[in-house]
């Protein structure tokens, strides 16, 4: 990048909790023998526990994608990509292997499973879904969300993703997720029977929550900072890429060029015509290796990729607290408020303007009984509403505690697999650039040969 920018890492400083472990990132995802210490988080009897379910370590992968034509639910054709989910446990109840279990799911059956993911477990930074169409890349690859070369690099992402879930302590005991890797028939319906669409806030919800609060927790406007910081970095970042790529395409088809007019000069020339013919092949090996180079390099572009929308689950945690801190603070006020009124009613003095105290005054005084019968009722409603306050509390503080957790489970994995990719890129980097010195090395011999 052309200049500096700044470490959002700084700007983000939660209170030290102890870290859960790190993910396995790997093809194999231990499910279960590695989670009987995680909690029982979900929607109701939705969890799995080794009492209702078999958990064993498992092998995920999602080895083959193929183009199909069906209806939609406007009864109007259309064209979609499956992909092939196989599953395979590691080892039997009497130690054998078992054949692997196979089904086909819709790229929209993936976002299904993730937004309930994202209703029942509000406080887990639950992993992104790779792209539905391609961004941030050079203007010589496809954006066709049907090109093979796409759909290749989403079969990848979406592997990565069930991976995710598989390898974090408390989704791979959900039973939605479970059924999604087993179940092929119904289980759209099973999802809906669960009625997250019902659980889940609305936006406006979110919105009015964010503007009306009135003491957030600065360790979420921290952490929203955070992830608004590392979107702008890593979005600039694949930016600069694609315009690195764009020139890097350029220089070496410029190479052909070079190929093609020391063949041409080979024709013309005896002494000097077979060194400028394999000058001129290796101009032209070296020219035409740049497709395959920059179609890799997509790969390492899909990990950062990956962080970018990770960001948005960041934000998403936030939004969920911001939301159960406005309904606490709304409780709050309204406990008070009825706490005022009831002893505006025992002592018969009104503090502040009230359409009831105007009422009051133009209709006359209740009667003994009937302020009586309005401080009991006021006095359940206070003991309701502090039971309720002393609930919104306590779930408050689960939230937090849990929430931060797993972000700090979310922040080991993130060090690792960005540092791991970004050393990855530059190790490319370098290897490409070596090839380009041993293209020209060899061309030098060449023409030392004329």
Not at 62 to 69: L, Q
Not at 136 to 147: E, P
Not at 246 to 266: A, I, P, Q, T
């Amino acid at each position: 990048m052309e200049q500096a920018t700044p470490d959002p890492e700084r700007l983000w400083q939660p209170a030290p909790l102890e870290p859960l472990s790190h993910p396995d990132a790997g093809l194999e995802s231990m499910v279960g023998e590695e989670t009987k210490g995680a909690r029982d988080e979900g929607p109701g009897d939705g969890t799995m526990t080794e009492n209702n379910f078999s958990l064993k370590k498992i092998e995920i992968s999602v080895s083959e994608a193929e183009k199909r034509t069906g209806r939609n639910a406007m009864n109007m054709q259309e064209t979609y990509t499956a992909y092939l989910i196989e599953t395979r446990s590691v080892e039997h109840n009497d130690g054998q292997s078992v054949l692997t279990d196979s089904l086909w799911r819709r790229y929209s059956e993936f976002e299904l499973l993730r937004n309930y993911l994202l209703v029942y477990y509000p406080h887990i930074v639950v992993p992104p879904l790779p792209e539905k169409r391609a961004e941030f890349v050079w203007h010589k690859l496809s954006a066709d969300n049907m090109d093979p070369d796409f759909v290749e690099r989403r079969r990848i992402g979406l592997e990565n993703f069930l991976l995710r879930v598989a390898s974090h302590p408390i989704l791979c005991r959900d039973k939605i997720f479970y059924l999604f890797l087993t179940q092929e028939g119904n289980w759209k319906e099973t999802v809906n029977e669960t009625g997250f669409q019902l659980k889940a806030d609305s936006r406006l919800k979110a919105l009015n929550a964010t503007f009306r609060v009135k003491n957030p927790d600065k360790r979420f406007i921290e952490l929203k900072h955070y992830s608004d910081e590392l979107q702008s970095v890593i979005s600039h970042l694949l930016r600069v890429r694609a315009r690195v790529a764009d020139r890097l395409y350029g220089v070496y088809k410029v190479h052909g060029n070079y190929g093609r007019v020391f063949s041409e000069w080979s024709a013309i020339e005896k002494e000097m015509g077979d060194g400028l013919q394999s000058a001129g092949h290796h101009m032209d090996v070296y020219a035409s290796s740049i497709d395959d180079i920059l179609e890799d390099e997509e790969h390492y572009a899909d990990q950062l990729k990956e962080y970018l929308f990770y960001a948005e689950a960041l934000r998403a945690v936030c939004r969920k607290h911001e939301l159960m801190q406005y309904d606490l603070e709304m409780a709050a006020q309204d406990l008070a408020s009825k706490k005022q009124q009831c002893e505006e009613l025992a002592t018969g003095t009104v503090r502040t303007f009230s359409l009831k105290g105007m009422t009051t005054k133009l209709f006359g005084q209740e009667t003994p009984e009937q302020r009586e019968a309005r401080i009991k009722m006021l006095e359940e409603q206070i003991k309701e509403g502090e039971q309720q306050l002393k609930s919104k509390n306590l779930e408050g503080r689960e939230f937090v505690r849990n929430a931060w957790a797993d972000i700090e489970r979310f922040k080991e994995q993130k060090n690792h697999d960005l540092k791991e990719a970004l050393i990855s890129y530059a190790v490319m980097q370098i290897s490409m650039c070596k090839k380009g010195i041993q293209v020209w090395t060899n061309a030098k011999e060449c023409f030392s040969k004329m």
